[in-house]
C-alpha cells in the first residue's frame, strides 16, 4: 500500500487515546462474568462447526484475493471486480479442497459480501435440484452443479414483484414445433432485480405465464438460456444487463432481461410438478399449485435461519463499542470520580441492545424451529410420491374460503409471517445498533451500516414484509373456520384457537411476571383472539378484504411473535439444552427470554389488555420492575455473550467492534492510512482549472 500524498507523523502514529484502553475495559468487562463463553457458543454452532470455521478463516485470511482492506473506499466497478475474483476463487477452493456445500456456505459467510455467483449457489441450483425430471437433472442439475452452466432466478418484474400471479412474461406453447416462445410483451414485463443476471449468469430459471392453445396457466419455471458460453453475449432476441446502483448490495449484479419471441426446446419447462404433454399438448396439473413455488419457500425459511446471526453481528459491534465508549458523567456517582461513563451503563442504550441481544438467542431457536418443519415438509412430500396428494383448487385471490389444514400450508403460513416479523427484526436491529454507536456508528468502518445497506432488501425480496402478512391471516381464518366447525385440532395453532374458544367467556389469568410458560401462553392468547376478531369482521360483518389488511398485518405479527416466543421458551425445555448448558448459563438463558418477551409483550401493551391476556397492573409493572431488573442482571454478562457468537475480526470487519478493543487506533488507521483520498493534492482555488495537482489514489487499488 503506497503512503497517502502527505505521510503521518511518526509522532502522531505514537498518540495512545486517552483514559483506560479499549483492550482493559473489554478484559474488565469480560471479568464481570463467568460465563463460559467457548461451552456457549459450542451450544449454538456445535463443535464441529466452530472447527470448520477456523480452519477455512485460516484459508481465506491468507489468501490476497479475499484482502478486505479497499473494501470501504472501491466505488461501484471495482468493488464488482472484487466480489467476481472473490467468487471463482470461493469456486476453486472449494474443488481444491473438496468443499461440501456446509464449507462453501461457510466460507461466503466468512467473506461477509454478496458475489456474483450469490444466485446461482442458492436459488438456481436448488430450483433445479427440486423441481426437475430425473432427465432434467442429467442436463441441467449436474452441470450448474459443476459451474459449467451460470444461473440466476428471474422472477419479479419491472411491473410485478410478490403477485407472481400477476407476471406478464409468457411461455407460449408451439405444438407445431414442440417449443415455448418466451415473450416479454410490454416494459413492465422486464424482468428486473435478479441477482447475479446483470453480467455474470448464462442461464436463468425464468417464471413465466404458461399459454397453452390461448389459455393461461399460470406462472410456471423454465430454464432458459440467456448467454453464449463463448463469447458471453445474449443470443439474439435477448436483452440483458445490470440495473444500476443501490442503496446497497453492489458487489452482485441484479439485472434486468426481456425476450423477443424467444424459442426453447420442451424439455426446458421444469417439469417435476407440473408440464405439458407433447403428444396430446395438454396440461399436466401438479397435485398443488403451491409446488412450484417450492423455492420461495425455501429461501423465506433460511432467511429465518439466518436472522438471528445478522442481528448478532450489528449487536456484537455495538455492545462492545458501547463498553468502550465513554461519554458524560453520571450525576450519582460518588464525589472524586472523574472519568466519564461508559455508554453501556445508561439504561437508555441497554433498553436499546440488550433486548436486541435477547432477540438474537430468540431468533436462533425460531430458525432451528423454522427449519426442521421445512425439513419435516420435505420427507413427506417425498413420502407421497413426490407431494400426490389432493387439495382443493384455490382461487386467483389471497383469501381461501374452505378450510384445511396440512403440512404444506402450515409451512407456507409459517415461512411467510417467520420470514416478515424475523426480518424486520434483524433490519431494525442493525439500524438500533447503528445508532446506539452514535457519531461513529455513520462510519462505513463501524461495519453496521454497510452490512444494513446490504442486509436491507431481505424485507422486500421473497415476499414484501407487509404483504406476506396477507398469506399468514388467511391460513389463521382457514384454521379458526375448522375449528368453528368442530373439526379437531391438527395442529399448535388450531390448538390454541379452540383453547381460547372454551376458555373465552371465562377470560385469562395469565402469571406474565412469575411464571415463563404463562407469557407463551399470554402471547397463544393474544393471536386467537386477535384472529377471531378479524374472522368475525371478516365472514359476519362482511368487512372488505382491502379494509382488513392493516388488521392481517397486526394478526400475523402476533402470531409470529407468539411462534418466536414459544420457539426460545421450548428450546430451553428440551432436553440437550438441560444438558449441554451449565445452571448459571441456563438461568441467563431464561433471563433473556424473559427479557425479549416482556419487552415484546409491553411493546404491543394494547393488544395484550384488550384480549384479557394481561392487567394493565401487569404491563406497569413488567415495564417498571420486571425489565429494568432483567436488563442490570443482563448487563455483566453482555460482552461473554456476545462473544459466543464467535465473530471473527475478519468477518465482521469493524473498526468499533474489534475484539481486542481497539476501537479508536483502527479508526485512525484505516483514516490515514488506507484512506485512496489521502494519496490526492488538490487545487482548491475557484479559479483555477486545475481539480487535482497529483494523483497517486489508484495505486491503493488491491491486486486481484
Same mark, same amino acid.
Given at each position: 500500500?503506497?503512503?497517502?500524498?502527505?505521510?503521518?507523523?511518526?509522532?502522531?502514529?505514537?498518540?495512545?487515546?486517552?483514559?483506560?484502553? %479499549?483492550?482493559?475495559?473489554?478484559?474488565?468487562?469480560?471479568?464481570?462474568?463467568?460465563?463460559?463463553?467457548?461451552?456457549?457458543?459450542?451450544?449454538?454452532?456445535?463443535?464441529? !462447526?466452530?472447527?470448520?470455521?477456523?480452519?477455512?478463516?485460516?484459508?481465506?485470511?491468507?489468501?490476497? !484475493?479475499?484482502?478486505?482492506?479497499? &473494501?470501504?473506499?472501491?466505488?461501484?466497478?471495482?468493488?464488482?471486480?472484487?466480489?467476481?475474483?472473490?467468487?471463482?476463487?470461493?469456486?476453486?477452493?472449494?474443488?481444491?479442497?473438496?468443499?461440501?456445500?456446509?464449507?462453501?456456505? $461457510?466460507?461466503?459467510?466468512?467473506?461477509?459480501?454478496?458475489?456474483?455467483?450469490?444466485?446461482?449457489?442458492?436459488?438456481?441450483?436448488?430450483?433445479?435440484?427440486?423441481?426437475?425430471?430425473?432427465?432434467?437433472?442429467?442436463?441441467?442439475? #449436474?452441470?450448474?452443479?459443476?459451474?459449467?452452466?451460470?444461473?440466476?432466478?428471474?422472477?419479479?418484474?419491472?411491473?410485478?414483484?410478490?403477485?407472481?400471479?400477476?407476471?406478464?412474461? /409468457?411461455?407460449?406453447?408451439?405444438?407445431?414445433?414442440?417449443?415455448?416462445?418466451?415473450?416479454?410483451?410490454?416494459?413492465?414485463?422486464?424482468?428486473?432485480?435478479?441477482?447475479?443476471?446483470?453480467?455474470?449468469?448464462?442461464?436463468?430459471?425464468?417464471?413465466?405465464?404458461?399459454?397453452? &392453445?390461448?389459455?393461461? *396457466?399460470?406462472?410456471?419455471? *423454465?430454464?432458459?438460456?440467456?448467454?453464449?458460453?463463448?463469447?458471453?453475449?445474449?443470443?439474439?432476441?435477448?436483452?440483458? %444487463?445490470?440495473?444500476?446502483?443501490?442503496?446497497?448490495?453492489?458487489?452482485?449484479?441484479?439485472?434486468?432481461?426481456?425476450?423477443?419471441?424467444?424459442?426453447?426446446?420442451?424439455?426446458?419447462?421444469?417439469? #417435476?410438478?407440473?408440464?405439458?404433454?407433447?403428444?396430446?399438448?395438454?396440461?399436466?396439473?401438479?397435485?398443488?399449485?403451491?409446488?412450484?413455488?417450492?423455492?420461495?419457500?425455501? !429461501?423465506?425459511?433460511?432467511?429465518?435461519?439466518?436472522? %438471528?446471526?445478522?442481528?448478532?453481528?450489528? !449487536?456484537?459491534?455495538?455492545?462492545?463499542?458501547?463498553?468502550?465508549?465513554?461519554?458524560?458523567?453520571?450525576?450519582?456517582?460518588?464525589?472524586?470520580?472523574?472519568?466519564?461513563?461508559?455508554?453501556?451503563?445508561?439504561?437508555?442504550?441497554?433498553?436499546?441492545?440488550?433486548?436486541?441481544?435477547?432477540? /438474537?438467542?430468540?431468533?436462533?431457536?425460531?430458525?432451528?424451529?423454522?427449519?426442521?418443519?421445512?425439513?419435516? &415438509?420435505?420427507? #413427506?412430500?417425498?413420502?407421497?410420491?413426490?407431494?400426490? /396428494?389432493?387439495?382443493?383448487?384455490?382461487?386467483?385471490?389471497?383469501?381461501?374460503?374452505?378450510?384445511?389444514?396440512?403440512? $404444506?400450508?402450515?409451512?407456507?403460513?409459517?415461512?411467510?409471517?417467520?420470514?416478515?416479523?424475523?426480518?424486520?427484526?434483524?433490519?431494525?436491529?442493525?439500524?438500533?445498533?447503528?445508532?446506539?454507536?452514535?457519531?461513529? %456508528?455513520?462510519?462505513?468502518?463501524?461495519?453496521?451500516?454497510?452490512?444494513?445497506?446490504?442486509?436491507?432488501?431481505?424485507?422486500?425480496?421473497?415476499?414484501?414484509?407487509?404483504?406476506?402478512?396477507?398469506?399468514?391471516?388467511?391460513?389463521? =381464518?382457514?384454521?379458526?373456520?375448522?375449528?368453528?366447525?368442530?373439526?379437531?385440532?391438527?395442529?399448535?395453532?388450531?390448538?390454541?384457537?379452540?383453547?381460547?374458544?372454551? #376458555?373465552?367467556?371465562?377470560?385469562?389469568?395469565?402469571?406474565?411476571?412469575?411464571?415463563?410458560?404463562?407469557?407463551?401462553?399470554?402471547?397463544?392468547?393474544?393471536?386467537?383472539?386477535?384472529?377471531?376478531?378479524?374472522?368475525?369482521?371478516?365472514?359476519?360483518?362482511?368487512?372488505?378484504? &382491502?379494509? =382488513?389488511?392493516?388488521?392481517?398485518?397486526?394478526?400475523?405479527?402476533?402470531?409470529?411473535?407468539?411462534?418466536?416466543?414459544?420457539?426460545?421458551?421450548?428450546?430451553?425445555?428440551?432436553?440437550?439444552?438441560?444438558?449441554?448448558?451449565?445452571?448459571?448459563?441456563?438461568?441467563?438463558?431464561?433471563?433473556?427470554?424473559?427479557?425479549?418477551?416482556?419487552?415484546?409483550?409491553?411493546?404491543?401493551?394494547?393488544?395484550?389488555?384488550?384480549?384479557?391476556?394481561?392487567?394493565?397492573?401487569?404491563?406497569?409493572?413488567?415495564?417498571?420492575?420486571?425489565?429494568?431488573?432483567?436488563?442490570?442482571?443482563?448487563?455483566?454478562?453482555?460482552?461473554?455473550?456476545?462473544?459466543?457468537?464467535?465473530?471473527?475480526?475478519?468477518?465482521?470487519?469493524?473498526?468499533?467492534?474489534?475484539?481486542?478493543?481497539?476501537?479508536?487506533?483502527?479508526?485512525?488507521?484505516?483514516?490515514?492510512?488506507?484512506?485512496?483520498?489521502?494519496?490526492?493534492?488538490?487545487?482548491?482555488?475557484?479559479?483555477?482549472?486545475?481539480?487535482?495537482?497529483?494523483?497517486?489514489?489508484?495505486?491503493?487499488?488491491?491486486?486481484?
Amino acid at each position: 500500500m503506497p503512503p497517502p500524498a502527505v505521510p503521518t507523523p511518526e509522532w502522531v502514529k505514537k498518540l495512545t487515546p486517552s483514559g483506560p484502553q %479499549g483492550h482493559e475495559l473489554l478484559a474488565q468487562e469480560r471479568a464481570k462474568s463467568t460465563l463460559p463463553v467457548q461451552n456457549l457458543s459450542t451450544f449454538l454452532f456445535t463443535e464441529e !462447526v466452530l472447527e470448520r470455521k477456523r480452519r477455512i478463516l485460516e484459508i481465506l485470511t491468507k489468501d490476497p !484475493v479475499f484482502d478486505k482492506s479497499n &473494501n470501504y473506499f472501491a466505488g461501484r466497478i471495482d468493488r464488482f471486480e472484487a466480489a467476481l475474483a472473490r467468487a471463482k476463487r470461493l469456486r476453486q477452493l472449494t474443488v481444491d479442497h473438496g468443499w461440501t456445500d456446509d464449507e462453501f456456505h $461457510m466460507a461466503s459467510d466468512l467473506l461477509n459480501e454478496p458475489t456474483p455467483y450469490g444466485l446461482h449457489a442458492s436459488m438456481f441450483t436448488v430450483t433445479l435440484r427440486d423441481q426437475t425430471t430425473p432427465e432434467q437433472q442429467e442436463l441441467f442439475y #449436474k452441470k450448474a452443479k459443476n459451474y459449467e452452466y451460470i444461473g440466476c432466478y428471474a422472477q419479479t418484474e419491472l411491473g410485478h414483484g410478490s403477485n407472481v400471479r400477476g407476471l406478464e412474461t /409468457t411461455a407460449t406453447w408451439d405444438p407445431a414445433t414442440k417449443t415455448f416462445v418466451l415473450n416479454s410483451p410490454t416494459l413492465t414485463s422486464a424482468k428486473w432485480w435478479a441477482g447475479s443476471l446483470g453480467r455474470t449468469a448464462t442461464w436463468a430459471v425464468v417464471m413465466a405465464q404458461l399459454i397453452i &392453445n390461448g389459455k393461461s *396457466f399460470g406462472p410456471h419455471p *423454465f430454464v432458459v438460456p440467456i448467454r453464449d458460453r463463448k463469447t458471453h453475449q445474449p443470443f439474439p432476441n435477448v436483452s440483458i %444487463g445490470d440495473i444500476g446502483p443501490k442503496f446497497g448490495y453492489n458487489t452482485m449484479d441484479n439485472g434486468f432481461l426481456l425476450f423477443n419471441h424467444y424459442r426453447i426446446p420442451h424439455i426446458n419447462m421444469l417439469s #417435476k410438478f407440473a408440464g405439458v404433454d407433447p403428444k396430446t399438448n395438454k396440461y399436466i396439473r401438479p397435485a398443488k399449485a403451491s409446488l412450484v413455488y417450492q423455492t420461495m419457500t425455501w !429461501v423465506r425459511s433460511t432467511i429465518v435461519v439466518q436472522a %438471528g446471526s445478522v442481528l448478532a453481528r450489528g !449487536v456484537t459491534i455495538a455492545t462492545r463499542y458501547c463498553s468502550i465508549r465513554r461519554q458524560f458523567q453520571d450525576r450519582d456517582a460518588p464525589p472524586g470520580e472523574k472519568l466519564e461513563t461508559q455508554v453501556l451503563n445508561y439504561t437508555m442504550v441497554q433498553i436499546r441492545l440488550l433486548p436486541l441481544l435477547a432477540a /438474537t438467542f430468540a431468533l436462533h431457536f425460531t430458525g432451528k424451529n423454522m427449519m426442521a418443519l421445512y425439513k419435516a &415438509n420435505q420427507k #413427506k412430500m417425498q413420502e407421497t410420491d413426490n407431494g400426490n /396428494t389432493t387439495s382443493p383448487q384455490r382461487s386467483p385471490g389471497p383469501e381461501e374460503l374452505r378450510p384445511s389444514s396440512d403440512l $404444506m400450508a402450515d409451512l407456507h403460513a409459517t415461512s411467510c409471517g417467520l420470514k416478515s416479523l424475523c426480518s424486520s427484526i434483524a433490519a431494525e436491529g442493525l439500524e438500533s445498533c447503528r445508532r446506539a454507536c452514535g457519531g461513529h %456508528g455513520y462510519s462505513s468502518f463501524s461495519g453496521i451500516g454497510p452490512f444494513y445497506a446490504d442486509y436491507l432488501p431481505t424485507i422486500t425480496w421473497e415476499g414484501d414484509n407487509f404483504l406476506l402478512t396477507q398469506m399468514v391471516a388467511r391460513f389463521l =381464518l382457514k384454521s379458526a373456520r375448522s375449528v368453528l366447525k368442530g373439526e379437531p385440532p391438527t395442529n399448535d395453532t388450531t390448538r390454541n384457537l379452540q383453547n381460547f374458544l372454551e #376458555k373465552s367467556e371465562m377470560g385469562a389469568a395469565f402469571d406474565i411476571l412469575g411464571k415463563d410458560e404463562d407469557i407463551v401462553a399470554a402471547f397463544a392468547w393474544r393471536a386467537a383472539y386477535l384472529t377471531f376478531e378479524a374472522l368475525k369482521r371478516r365472514d359476519e360483518q362482511k368487512t372488505p378484504w &382491502n379494509d =382488513l389488511l392493516v388488521d392481517f398485518f397486526r394478526l400475523s405479527k402476533a402470531h409470529s411473535q407468539y411462534l418466536v416466543v414459544q420457539s426460545f421458551y421450548t428450546g430451553l425445555q428440551e432436553p440437550s439444552t438441560q444438558q449441554e448448558l451449565d445452571p448459571e448459563t441456563l438461568a441467563l438463558m431464561h433471563k433473556l427470554f424473559r427479557l425479549y418477551a416482556l419487552h415484546t409483550l409491553e411493546s404491543e401493551a394494547s393488544e395484550f389488555y384488550s384480549s384479557s391476556a394481561v392487567t394493565v397492573r401487569q404491563i406497569q409493572l413488567a415495564r417498571t420492575n420486571a425489565v429494568m431488573k432483567l436488563l442490570a442482571e443482563i448487563r455483566p454478562h453482555a460482552v461473554r455473550l456476545v462473544d459466543a457468537w464467535d465473530f471473527p475480526d475478519w468477518q465482521l470487519d469493524s473498526s468499533l467492534g474489534r475484539y481486542d478493543g481497539k476501537v479508536y487506533e483502527d479508526l485512525f488507521y484505516r483514516a490515514s492510512e488506507l484512506n485512496p483520498l489521502n494519496a490526492v493534492t488538490i487545487d482548491p482555488y475557484p479559479n483555477s482549472g486545475v481539480l487535482f495537482k497529483s494523483d497517486k489514489s489508484s495505486q491503493f487499488k488491491s491486486k486481484l
